[in-house]
């Protein structure tokens, strides 16, 4: 069975890709490099990609940063730091990049005749982006049955969000077992362009207090 793998070159979606792949799938991965602050993550898909022995690995150029709004894509505004949680929507919240990164892999999944898209979208850890919710992802699915040739006239493309309702420790734990590098990976929203995370932003805290309450070593490279 053939899937497309959305693939950011993080920690979570290095993991739904070793996920595909132990379930037996043809892996397809696709990075969008949508406009953010950084490459370094794109290099990490690269190299995630490769280690994980993903079918064929594309990376998609779009400019969501022309339109700003949000701290990975405005340059204007400060990525938060320390324990910068909120019950609010944070401000590292990219309007409708879920949505988009969806629609472009529903695009190739349709191409390749492709069953099935995985993204690695998380509630539990951090809930303040609505595009990371089990809703949005079924939501979604039932636009890809409506949307699609494959969803009018075939069995129609399911979505897949493994990891939505997994704490980020549990991720790692998973990760793990599936041999995943997670040395080739790079979360944070700030990250040197040889990779090394700042260390103090909410994807930094979030991954570091993750390895905290597992068992496993936490490679990240820190500036």
Avoid at 47 to 63: P, S, T, Y
């Amino acid at each position: 069975m053939r899937s497309v793998v959305l693939l950011s070159g993080g920690l979570d979606s290095a993991t739904v890709l070793a996920q595909a792949r132990d379930l037996g799938r043809d892996c397809f991965a696709l990075t969008i490099d949508y406009g953010q602050r950084h490459s370094a993550e794109i290099d990490a898909a690269k190299a995630v990609a490769h280690a994980l022995g993903a079918v064929e690995h594309r990376i998609v150029h779009i400019d969501y940063g022309q339109f700003g709004g949000s701290a990975l894509t405005d340059a204007t505004i400060d990525v938060p730091t320390g324990n910068a949680q909120t019950d609010s929507i944070p401000v590292t919240y990219v309007p409708a990049r879920n949505t988009v990164m969806l629609a472009i892999a529903l695009g190739w999944a349709e191409v390749l005749n492709a069953e099935e898209i995985f993204i690695g979208v998380n509630a539990v850890d951090y809930s303040g982006y609505p595009d990371c919710r089990p809703e949005f992802v079924s939501a979604f699915e039932k636009l890809a049955q409506l949307a699609t040739k494959a969803g009018v006239e075939g069995s129609g493309i399911r979505v897949r969000a493994p990891l939505v309702e997994m704490s980020k420790a549990e991720i790692i734990q998973l990760g793990t077992q599936l041999d995943v590098n997670y040395a080739l990976t790079v979360s944070c929203y700030q990250a040197a362009s040889d990779g090394r995370a700042c260390g103090d932003c909410d994807a930094c805290n979030l991954r570091r207090a993750g390895f905290a309450a597992t068992q496993c070593a936490d490679p990240t490279r820190y500036s």
